[in-house]
């Protein structure tokens, strides 16, 4: 499987807009995910666009305009985000010709048939998780990290 930039994107900055207005109902603006997320505002406009058109956030315009979830973190799927942006799919074989066409073995391939099984199961597994998961598991290891006693070090005198 291959997620391109445009996924991954896609995924942190619904992270970001969840988390940073979970206590907050006013819109963020692209310019602040992207300085967060380290993301081109142009590239994160494209990447809204579409998150958008498919429901998943909300546009308000004006000087304190910005974006908001149009649903809750705990109805947003990790693979709801992803498939809005670019298909889920397994890459096939391909032959090393500089045509790239399918592999010739394909029909006696052992390997072929694991295709659809495997995109099936990764299909689910990111359609388990929500926003709300990831944005909980994130506090849980920061408040972890909180409680953890520093590491000694050792420095010797010379």
Request: glycine content about 4%; proline content about 4%; overall charge positive.
């Amino acid at each position: 499987m291959r997620l391109s930039s445009k996924g991954q994107y896609a995924v942190r900055a619904i992270i970001d807009l969840s988390y940073y207005s979970e206590n907050n109902p006013i819109p963020i603006s692209l310019k602040d995910i992207a300085e967060r997320e380290s993301i081109s505002i142009h590239y994160l406009e494209q990447i809204f666009f579409i998150l958008k058109k498919v429901g998943i956030v909300r546009s308000l315009r004006g000087p304190n305009g910005g974006y908001m979830l149009n649903k809750k973190p705990s109805e947003i799927l990790i693979g709801d985000i992803i498939a809005s942006v670019e298909p889920i799919e397994i890459i096939s074989c391909t032959s090393k010709a500089k045509n790239k066409k399918e592999c010739g073995r394909k029909s006696i391939c052992l390997a072929f048939d694991m295709r659809n099984p495997s995109l099936i199961l990764i299909a689910e597994f990111l359609n388990s998780i929500t926003i709300e998961d990831v944005i909980n598991e994130y506090k849980q290891k920061s408040s972890r990290r909180l409680f953890e006693k520093p590491a000694k070090i050792n420095v010797k005198n010379r």
